[in-house]
């Protein structure tokens, strides 16, 4: 059976060539019920080629034959304000693509595609879509803008320009793939492609993304990305369930709420320590612990 590369690593290192394009065009075109055409790929903080950058997302940025901006991020590891962040992308990539001085008519639709590999929050689905729409409070009817074209005026509906988001939530896929969205899932999940399908981008991820097909020193490289995100991952895991084991454990003794809070705080306390002797970056504790940069550097 053949053996493909994973979708995280491709996005940072082979499906920025032209000639993969079909790969990220067939998720999105899946996701959007449309059909999606790249025109390029802009410049994000994902491309990145070094052996340490294992804690950065992943950021693809597209547009698409529409003029609109299309983000696609996959977050191996969990962080604490996930949905403020990818909040933040959005509105920094409108802002990026509008020069100072153009008129608002020049602002593009962003879709932001999540694909998450933790627990973000509970839900029993896969799959999560949302959009800012402005709804009559009394009415329940949608408000329909007018807006001005080159050549008259036109009507368009806050859907036509506010941002989509996608989340995708990997490890929540527990089925037999039998639809479009569902093989792009179990490939996300589990490296699985039909040898006889038609699902857009699919057939051409069977052609350019198996392992086999690169070079040695590529092999290796993939190989130590992934046992990084395993090693990484399982310290992530250890560190959590050794921090709320020890919060539950001083709650108890003192046997009041505020002891509980202060076990929990002792143990994000113990944690920084402890990944702070392991020289992970600042900003990765800070955000697994809730402490400060300064708190951190003070340990």
């Known amino acids: 059976m053949d053996k493909y590369i994973r979708f995280d690593w491709a996005a940072k290192r082979m499906l920025r060539d032209k ?6 065009e067939g998720l999105m075109t899946v996701l959007l019920d449309e059909k999606v055409t790249i025109v390029e790929l802009l410049e994000s903080e994902g491309n990145q080629d070094a052996d340490d950058d294992k804690f950065n997302r992943v950021d693809i940025k597209a547009k698409n034959s529409k003029g609109e901006i299309i983000l696609v991020e996959i977050q191996q590891t969990r962080e604490l304000h996930y949905l403020q962040r990818i909040l933040y992308g959005v509105a920094k990539a409108i802002t990026e693509h509008i020069k100072l001085g153009n008129k608002y008519d020049q602002v593009k639709k962003v879709y932001s595609i ?30 329909v803008i007018n807006t001005r074209t080159k050549d008259a005026i036109g009507m368009v509906s806050s859907t036509d320009i506010f941002p989509e988001y996608y989340i995708i939530r990997v490890n929540e896929f527990n089925k037999v793939a039998t639809t479009p969205l569902e093989e792009w899932l179990d490939y996300l999940k589990d490296g699985n492609i039909r040898e006889d399908t038609t699902t857009p981008g699919l057939a051409e991820a069977r052609e350019r993304l198996r392992y ?21 991952n399982d310290i992530l895991e250890t560190k959590v369930i050794e921090g709320l084991e020890q919060g539950r454990a001083e709650g108890r003794a003192e046997g009041r709420a505020e002891g509980l809070t202060e076990g929990v705080a002792k143990a994000n ?11 992970m970056p600042v900003d990765l504790i800070a955000k697994y612990t809730g402490l400060t940069p300064g708190e951190i550097e003070a340990l």
């Open 114 to 143: 999540s694909i998450v590999y933790f627990d973000l929050g509970k839900g029993a689905d896969y799959l999560y879509h949302g959009q800012n729409k402005l709804v009559g409070v009394h009415t329940k009817d949608q408000l």
């Open 269 to 279: 306390r113990d944690n920084a320590r402890r990944m702070k002797a392991d020289n």
């Open 212 to 232: 086999m097909q690169m070079s040695d020193a590529e092999r290796r490289a993939y190989d130590r990305h992934i046992d990084n995100i395993m090693v990484e």
């Open 19 to 24: 000639a993969n394009y079909g790969v990220l």
